[in-house]
């Protein structure tokens, strides 16, 4: 495990707590308003069916709350930013795990893990430890953690039924806001200015420093686009080439730095 290195950037734990619990609402009122027939669909997981990607939405939530009611952890092994590359290792238990979840009742397992997720929270530090797939980490980064989890999988959830789902602000915010700093603490420098209006600014990738007016090498995205870039759910070639990203400068080609969460 390396060194946990220190937080880019600050978050305020009781926004993200609301960011959180408003997004898994989004996210259940487009579950529970699916016709039968689309819980059936393909989705862009490998083989996972809407109902299973439904039904792993709600361990974004369920891991928060086993985390608060095990043992703590002796000591935090986990900093923020080592989370989205450590990601890449777990594909194989999050499937099983999904796979033993009880999708047959998808209102009942919604509303059951809110409601353990609003009990579990109430009282409970944001420094606490807990245990996660990817090592011990406190509740309060493993709740900014939530925010892509649910951001990236509601992107998923919409892509595979076409249903128009609400983002809350908080939660995409800060969702574009870490997966920024993997990439710039995974390709540390200050050559390349990342720009994700309205959430993100990051420099990144060895070389000259901008310190003045406009850098040599910018690149520029939505925040959706670079969720999707930073996630391996798009590529940097068709992103440049539907125009959904600026890039100008030598250095200004992230390809081979993509995606920075597995």
Not at 62 to 76: K, Q
Not at 178 to 201: F, Q, S, T, W
Not at 224 to 248: K, M, P, Q, V, Y
């Amino acid at each position: 495990m390396p060194p946990a290195r220190k937080r880019a950037r600050s978050y305020d734990p009781d926004k993200i707590r609301t960011a959180v619990s408003a997004q898994f609402g989004h996210v259940r009122d487009a579950v529970l308003a699916l016709p039968p027939e689309a819980l059936d669909r393909p989705t862009r997981l490998g083989t996972w069916t809407v109902r299973e990607l439904a039904a792993h939405l709600t361990m974004a939530l369920g891991t928060v709350v086993r985390g608060i009611e095990g043992p703590e952890p002796a000591r935090r092994e986990l900093a923020l930013l080592d989370w989205p590359l450590a990601t890449a290792t777990g594909a194989a238990g999050i499937d099983e795990d999904v796979r033993a979840l009880d999708a047959a009742d998808l209102p009942g397992l919604y509303a059951r893990v809110a409601d353990d997720f609003a009990r579990a929270l109430a009282g409970t530090d944001g420094e606490r430890l807990l245990p996660t797939r990817f090592g011990a980490m406190t509740l309060a980064d493993h709740l900014v953690t939530r925010t892509v989890e649910l951001v990236v999988h509601t992107d998923d959830l919409a892509a595979a039924t076409g249903a128009g789902i609400p983002y809350d602000r908080q939660a995409l915010a800060t969702c574009t806001r870490l997966l920024a700093d993997a990439l710039a603490a995974k390709a540390p420098g200050g050559a390349v200015e990342v720009r994700i209006p309205p959430y993100a600014v990051v420099q990144c990738v060895e070389g000259p420093r901008h310190t003045r007016g406009t850098p040599p090498n910018v690149v520029e995205t939505d925040p959706l686009t670079w969720i999707r870039l930073a996630t391996g759910r798009t590529d940097w070639a068709t992103e440049l080439d539907a125009a959904r990203i600026a890039a100008s400068g030598e250095r200004a080609d992230l390809a081979g730095l993509l995606p920075v969460m597995g």
